[in-house]
């Protein structure tokens, strides 16, 4: 259980806090409940009961939120039992519920894991427990639990290097106009600090990436 927030919440965000501790007993040790407040995306969580992805309170929002976020804006919908997968090979389901504040805005986000591996293992015998939702949407089986935004950052850059049909030094510049239009489509420009980077791997000066950016924002593409 990790709940040393001191951070003034949000009454909708103090709200969900309350219950979170009894929802996490009663869904067992197998669970991790997250409470994130999304105006601080570098360290949005604000309280964690159970230990499932190892994070703890200041862990920075994940690429999957990030990218919620930057799509839908304050219409971001709720995404239920879908499968994702930690770096050591288990396999969890979770959950993320957006919580807004009386305007209909997004402050929030209440995330539950569940560790699924051992259900998986058994196979044909769990397969009730073993559902998890259909392959778009909902399947976001490369989300990122990072303990800092760096990681973040880094890991999302690396994807869409990873993915790219030319290696970075053979980028022209449309290639690498290309190449940050994605990021900002993931929203990966609302971090601090992710310009610099960017322009590190690209090989360019910030200001570069900002004139991308402004042209890109701008529509010209």
């Known amino acids: 259980m990790t709940n040393g ?3 003034a919440l949000h009454p909708n965000l103090q709200a969900v806090l309350q219950v979170m501790e009894g929802l996490q007993g009663v869904l067992g040790s197998r669970y991790e409940v997250i409470l994130h ?16 992805t190892g994070r703890r309170i200041g862990a920075p929002a994940t690429n999957f939120l990030l990218e919620c976020l930057r799509k839908y804006g304050d219409d971001a919908p709720d995404s239920v039992n879908y499968r994702t ?6 396999v969890l389901r979770s959950s993320t519920m957006f919580i807004r504040d009386n305007a209909g805005m997004i402050i929030g986000s209440l995330c539950i894991n569940q560790d ?5 293992l058994a196979g044909k015998l769990m397969q009730e427990l ?11 089986s490369r989300e ?20 790219f049909s030319r290696p970075v030094a053979y980028m022209q510049r449309e290639d690498k106009l290309e190449f940050v239009r994605r990021l900002e489509e ?5 971090v601090r600090g992710a310009v610099e980077y960017v322009a590190e791997c690209l090989s360019v000066t910030n200001f570069t990436i900002y004139n991308y950016l402004k042209e890109i924002r701008g529509g010209k593409r």
């Open 5 to 7: 927030n001191t951070r």
């Open 37 to 52: 407040d999304l105006s601080h995306v570098e360290n949005s969580i604000v309280a964690i009961f159970g230990n499932v």
């Open 85 to 90: 997968n930690l770096p050591d090979g288990r």
């Open 116 to 120: 699924m591996t051992d259900f998986a």
């Open 130 to 140: 073993n559902l998890f939702a259909p392959s778009g949407e909902g399947a976001h």
């Open 144 to 163: 990122r639990f990072a303990r800092d935004i760096s990681e973040v950052t880094e890991s999302m850059v690396k994807d869409e290097i990873d993915a």
């Open 186 to 190: 993931k929203g990966i420009f609302d």
